[in-house]
């Protein structure tokens, strides 16, 4: 079963940045989506980013500026640029993909890039901790 690899994770102080990576585990083809989701004690998990395989890419309103998702398409390895953190980002982070879903589009099985459901292959997190 495919298995995302997630790394970049730590601690940095607010105002810093952080680049986490992702990468999964064996071939997933040349059309996906991949997202970015994140958990924190007490809170739901919650959508940060989505980037699909041609290019699109949405974000969640918290983080819109300040991160950016990006994609090396030869590798399927797609990267979560973060800046100007705040303690509010602390958490765990993971990594999510699915094959043959674009950006805006829904199927049987997509739900929406914000929609964990619509992932069925995930990472173990990585942990970023922001502190003021």
């Known amino acids: 079963r495919v298995q995302m690899l997630e790394s970049g994770g730590g601690s940095v102080q607010a105002g810093g940045s952080l680049r986490l990576s992702c990468a999964p585990s064996e071939d997933i083809g040349s059309s996906y989506c991949m997202g970015w989701f994140r958990k924190s004690p007490g809170k739901e998990r919650e959508e940060v980013a989505g980037l699909d395989s041609h290019g699109s890419s949405k974000y969640a309103d918290s983080v819109k500026v300040r991160f950016i998702i990006s994609l090396d398409n030869a590798k399927n390895l797609v990267y979560l640029q973060m800046n100007n953190l705040k303690p509010e980002d602390s958490a765990m982070y993971y990594c999510?993909?699915?094959?043959?879903?674009?950006?805006?589009?829904?199927?049987?099985?997509?739900?929406?890039?914000?929609?964990?459901?619509?992932?069925?292959?995930w990472g173990q997190g990585t942990q970023v901790t922001v502190s003021s």
């Open positions: 999510a993909a699915t094959m043959a879903a674009r950006i805006g589009s829904v199927g049987s099985m997509f739900f929406g890039w914000d929609d964990s459901r619509s992932y069925p292959y």
